[in-house]
Structure formats: structure tokens, C-alpha cells
């Protein structure tokens, strides 16, 4: 398994960008898929990122697809989410995972991934 640790969240006004990270520790994170996901108060944990051990065609939720960007630097051991154009809506509870075994499609299912971070709070006010 991976270990996974959050960083960069706040609590910003809406227009402005974030940049979060996720430090993996384990010797699979160069062959596991990446993702992002968030959670609101009240609400599903869901889908907003992903991205394959290449860093080839990543994923997004329609909610964010042109505003964020996933990226990964695997000698780093570490994935991006970088946030531009924030919503008080993106408010929410930032989780970085890992699925491992994926070829072709990039999950986007939760039950997908099975190492998770503690997750990192991002507030957007208007």
C-alpha cells in the first residue's frame, strides 16, 4: 500500500488558486494511479481528479475540468492538484488515493482506491 499525507489547503476568497499536495511514501507510488477527491459537508465523497502513472490524459469531474490540473512528479513521490478560478462550491475536504493494478481507464469510483490521505480543508468565500 501507499501512504499518503495532504498538504496546501486554506481558506481563501473566490478567484484565486491553491495548489495542493500529496507526499506518498511506498514503493508503488510510481505504478498506482493518482486521484483527487472532495467532500462537502452532508454530502458523498466525490471524484475530482486522476491521473495514470505516466501523467498521460488525466481525468476530471465536469465541475472542474479547465479550472484544475492534476499532475504528478514520481520522483518526487508526489501529486498536484492545482486550483485556479476557486468557488465558494469547491469548499469542501481535499482527498488524495491511490488505486493500484489500473490500465486504460482511469477510475473515478471511490471503492476504486485503496490507500487514502487524512485530507486537507479548502474554503472559498465570496
Known amino acids: 500500500q501507499v501512504q499518503l499525507v495532504e498538504s496546501g489547503g486554506g481558506l481563501v476568497q473566490a478567484g484565486v488558486s491553491l495548489r495542493l499536495s500529496c507526499a506518498a511514501s511506498?514503493?508503488?507510488?510510481?505504478?498506482?494511479?493518482m486521484g483527487w477527491f472532495r467532500q462537502s459537508p452532508g454530502k458523498e465523497r466525490e471524484f475530482v481528479a486522476a491521473?495514470?502513472?505516466?501523467?498521460?490524459?488525466?481525468a476530471y469531474a465536469d465541475s472542474v475540468k479547465g479550472r484544475f490540473t492534476i499532475s504528478r512528479d514520481n520522483a518526487k513521490n508526489t501529486v498536484y492538484l492545482q486550483m485556479n478560478s476557486l468557488k465558494p462550491e469547491d469548499t469542501a475536504v481535499y482527498f488524495c488515493?491511490?488505486?493500484?493494478?489500473?490500465?486504460?481507464?482511469?477510475?473515478?469510483?471511490?471503492?476504486?482506491?485503496?490507500?487514502w490521505g487524512q485530507g486537507t480543508q479548502v474554503t472559498v468565500f465570496s
Open positions: 488515493a491511490a488505486a493500484q493494478g489500473y490500465v486504460g481507464v482511469l477510475p473515478r469510483g471511490r471503492t476504486s482506491y485503496d490507500s
Open positions: 511506498g514503493h508503488s507510488f510510481s505504478s498506482s494511479v
Open positions: 491521473i495514470s502513472w505516466s501523467g498521460d490524459s488525466p
